[in-house]
């Protein structure tokens, strides 16, 4: 069993901020993988299904983000998982908008969400990052991540989405570079190959070729007298 956890606030008010990004990919794999309704449980939102031949409890905490770690811990303790079982979803500054990265372990790196969650189980969990970029000054980062995606995002927000859904089994599986390619092939499809060039033919005349001349110097000069 996995447990995929994503970070956010709860409300309406908060809904389409860009901190919510881990609530909105948890949203995009409930509907895709005809997950359960979503149901109160360890102080979150629950939705269970399975992805491959893996089933996975998705988790979205309604402590607020800077308590994320009381929901996740009750969760894995009631489950009985360990941190190896934990993925968690959610927005990174240091990634420009619609990158992806995942990884395994590490630091906070002064994620209010991930820093609760260090407290309470460890720093030994997978992570998948998700990009939406910096707003240039540490001054701004908590009105930028406390404000709503622009329209200008939708684009690229709408394909991370899909693509996120798209992976979902692998990422269960444990299969981390199947899921980046699969992310990343929604985001960038595929090139189509090119069409083969057609046949070159030889331009079209109107004139018939000509039949050779057989006659030897002979005949060609008395045929000239005729």
Known sequence: MKLFAGLGNPGAKYAG??????????????RAHGFTPWRAKFQAEISEGMLGGEKVILLKPLT????SGQSVSAAMRFYKLSSADLVVFHDELDLAPGKLRLKQGGGHAGHNGLRSIHEHIGPDYARVRLGIGHPGHKDRVSPYVLSDFAKADQGWLDD?????????????AGDGARFSNQVAQRKTPPAKPPKPAAPRTAPATDAAPEAEDTRSPLQKLMDRFR
């Open 160 to 172: 991370l989405m899909r693509g996120l859904a798209d992976g979902a089994p692998a990422l269960a």
């Open 64 to 67: 607020y983000m800077n308590l």
């Open 17 to 30: 901020n860009r901190h919510n990004i881990g609530f909105m990919a948890l949203d995009a794999i409930q």
